[in-house]
Structure formats: C-alpha cells, structure tokens
C-alpha cells in the first residue's frame, strides 16, 4: 500500500522495517479521568521541531524516570482510525539534549493511563483541553471500540485535535474548537486529584 503523505508535497510512504501503521482514536472528555482509575502517571513535554515532521518527547515519570525518544509522523489523509505511519527511536540524555538544541514549538501535558485509554490534560494555552486516545492493532479492534461514557466527542477526524496543529494552537483557537463540540475548558482543580 503506497499512498500520499498528508502535509508533505510530492511524498509517498508506505509501511515498512522501521514504520509501522498507527491506529487510534481520539475523544474529547469533559474533565480529567478519577485518580481510581490511573494506572500510571508522566508528564510529558513534546518538541515539534520547526520544518520537519519530528517530534522529540521527554516523558517525565513520578519515580525519577525519564523515558526519551524521537518520533516521526506521517499522516494518511484516510477516514477512519489509520492516522498514518509512525516510527520512534529511543534516545540517551546526551542525544535527547543535542536535539532539544533544535529550534521547536512546545506542547506540555500530563498523561493519565486509564486502559485502554491514555488521557492527556494539557497545560499553556491549551489548559482545560482533555483528549483521550486508544490505540488498535487492527483495523477490526479499531473500528469495534466502545468509548466509556467520559468520552463526550470523537475528533479522531478532526486534525485541530492532533499534536502538530495543537501545539500552534492559541488560547482563541482552543475555545473556538471546544465550542464547536458545546464544550468549555475543563476548570477543575488538579489534573487527576
């Protein structure tokens, strides 16, 4: 399967050694999810760098930990839950800092696991925004999924709702998109507590 790259002029990709298809679905949810339902915790700090479609992230975990790595994205402009193809590379401090020296736009969130869901609560411009996802190996668990009732709207299709347009996005965007589903900002107190 060979098809046009999303946002990148005269590209074509296709699955291969390193790349492998993405499947998700997103959902808008009105608050953060109960701390009873976290399985797991980190706050992450993504680094879109400028011109390329690379993401460096910095997952920070409540134990010290720090999980690094390089993403690629290429968006598949397909309906449904195949987002595109993705590869990551694993970094060591050194690299992850040599990156990070780059010039980039900056999205931080905290990330909640509420299996099968990882739920982002974001912080900057975007606070308020809380955005589910859930990851398939297949097209079939994809489209079979039933959402819990926190998720209020599915934005899967709506690319404002991914992180390469999120982290353009200003204060006024956000509210404009959260109106459009009837939905505002969540205002709660501490993400998950």
Same mark, same amino acid.
């Given at each position: 399967?060979?098809?046009? =790259?999303?946002?990148?002029?005269?590209?074509?990709?296709?699955?291969?050694?390193?790349?492998?298809?993405?499947?998700?679905?997103?959902?808008?949810?009105? &608050? !953060? /999810? $109960?701390?009873?339902?976290?399985?797991?915790?980190?706050?992450?700090?993504?680094?879109?760098?400028?011109?390329?479609?690379?993401?460096?992230?910095?997952? $920070? #975990? /409540?134990?010290?930990?720090?999980?690094?790595?390089? @993403?690629?994205?290429?968006?598949?402009?397909? !309906?449904?839950?195949?987002?595109?193809?993705? @590869?990551?590379? #694993?970094?060591?401090? $050194?690299? #992850?800092?040599?990156?990070?020296?780059? /010039?980039?736009?900056?999205?931080?969130?905290?990330?909640?696991?509420?299996?099968?869901?990882?739920?982002?609560?974001? &912080?900057?411009?975007?606070?308020?925004?809380?955005?589910? &996802? =859930?990851?398939?190996? @297949?097209? &079939?668990?994809?489209?079979?999924? *039933?959402? !819990?009732?926190?998720?209020? +709207?599915?934005? @899967? +299709?709506? *690319?404002?709702?991914?992180?390469?347009?999120?982290?353009?996005?200003?204060?006024?965007?956000?509210?404009?998109?959260? $109106?459009? #589903?009837?939905?505002?900002?969540?205002?709660?107190?501490?993400?998950?507590?």
């Amino acid at each position: 399967m060979i098809e046009k =790259a999303g946002g990148v002029q005269g590209q074509f990709v296709r699955p291969g050694k390193y790349a492998r298809v993405e499947r998700e679905r997103r959902f808008l949810s009105a &608050e !953060p /999810p $109960a701390p009873s339902s976290v399985t797991a915790t980190r706050a992450i700090t993504d680094r879109y760098l400028v011109g390329t479609r690379l993401r460096l992230r910095r997952a $920070a #975990y /409540p134990d010290g930990r720090s999980e690094l790595k390089l @993403t690629q994205k290429v968006a598949i402009a397909r !309906p449904g839950a195949v987002q595109g193809l993705i @590869t990551n590379m #694993y970094l060591s401090p $050194a690299e #992850y800092d040599l990156l990070a020296s780059l /010039p980039a736009a900056v999205l931080t969130k905290t990330r909640f696991s509420v299996p099968p869901l990882g739920v982002d609560v974001f &912080e900057g411009p975007l606070r308020g925004l809380v955005l589910a &996802e =859930a990851e398939f190996t @297949t097209d &079939e668990e994809a489209r079979s999924f *039933v959402p !819990p009732r926190e998720c209020v +709207a599915e934005v @899967t +299709a709506d *690319v404002r709702f991914t992180g390469g347009r999120l982290v353009t996005a200003s204060r006024q965007d956000l509210l404009g998109w959260l $109106a459009d #589903y009837g939905l505002r900002p969540w205002a709660g107190g501490a993400a998950g507590g």
